[in-house]
């Protein structure tokens, strides 16, 4: 039998999640076959997944009809479904963070994310979220604003587990770690216990090229010097951007600050790489996969490309390769006119947009839900009668 590569992502010392989470990947049995299979070390819930289940799928409809019945709202049936979908999912991954002492066996949970500029709102909310939910091995998803920086160090300083979303630039990334670290040494200052405290700093890769490259691809017919830096740095800037996070990573995490704080069992808050599915077929469709296997980082993959590295990945540790390259890439980027800390704040204005839509969208499929149950509800009632 053929070796599954996804497998060997976990000898090298890389987890890897499942960026899907519906509710009959629980239900068929599927997630604990890909736990035991692939190796599956965690799964992030997204607006976006749950909203397409709810309006192209029957599978939440009876549990719609139930919540409605008891005069349940949009926003509180959407609270109970995420939930418990959430709760399961964390169950499932229960041995896992057991045996591996809170390393591994997460799921992850957004936030409204109508509350990423408000930070007063966003630990409220959180607080209340982590509460209900009631399981140790759950994440919070947290965007990477200006105003989630001071929520996700409150948090982190309560002991409740964060994942930092929304990563674009490096600047932003060592706020991101600063916030973490503060927050940890708020908590040693209250004399709280530093052990099973987690997060995870996730990068999206994708949108970083697919907003680089245009701009690029600009200087590529050109003949100059400059065509020459456009050709060398085209289709580079993500797996660059996140080869130098690494290097920030390990020198936080390897720094005195941290060792002390590890001696009292502080994890370091580990990279994440988010959006790793390749959209442009010019590119290899495990782009952001091969070039980023690494120690004690992360990696995140739809359905689509865990199918795809299953069937033809080729796992290597190669995130502390060329470096030196990737220091190359970011420094020749002004040469092309693009400002990549204005290009990442950009694209997190953008990807909040994102986030922002599918939530929309999805509490508006729950509402014609909730609708059309409360005319089947009345239906029957007439019927009765």
Known sequence: ????????????????????????????????????????????????????????????????????????????????????????????????????????????????????????????????????????NVLIKIPATKDGLPAIEQLISEGINVNVTLIFGLPRYRQVVEAFMTGLEARTAKGKPLDYVASVASFFLNRIDAMVDPQVEVFMGQNSKDNQIAKAVHGQVAISTAKVAYEIYKEVFNSNRFMKMAENGARAQRLLWASTSNKNPVYSDLKYIDPLIGRDTICSMSLQTLNAYRDHGIAVLRLDEYLHES??????????????????????????????????????ALTKKASAALIREGNAYAVDY
Request: no cysteine; glycine share 6%.
């Open 327 to 364: 220091n190359w890439v970011m420094s020749h980027l002004p040469e092309l006119g693009i400002d990549i800390n204005k290009l990442t704040q950009d694209l997190e204005d953008e990807g909040l947009r994102r986030f922002i839509e599918p939530f929309d969208t999805l509490m508006d």
């Open 1 to 136: 039998m053929t070796p599954n590569p996804l497998q060997r992502i976990e000898s090298l010392g890389q987890s890897f999640w499942l960026d899907y989470m519906q509710r009959d990947l629980l239900s068929s049995g599927d997630l604990q076959r890909m736990i035991l299979s692939d190796r599956i070390t965690g799964i992030a819930s997204s607006s976006a997944i749950f909203g397409k289940a709810i309006a192209e799928s029957s599978q939440y409809d009876q549990t719609i009809d139930d919540l409605v019945r008891f005069d349940k709202s949009s926003a509180e049936i959407y609270e109970l479904l995420s939930q418990q979908d959430v709760q399961n999912a964390a169950d499932e991954f229960r041995p896992m963070y057991d045996r591996t002492e809170g390393k591994d066996g997460y799921v992850s949970i957004e936030l409204n994310p109508h509350l990423a500029h408000d930070t007063y709102g966003t630990i409220t909310e959180a607080r209340r979220l982590w509460s209900a939910l009631d399981r140790p």
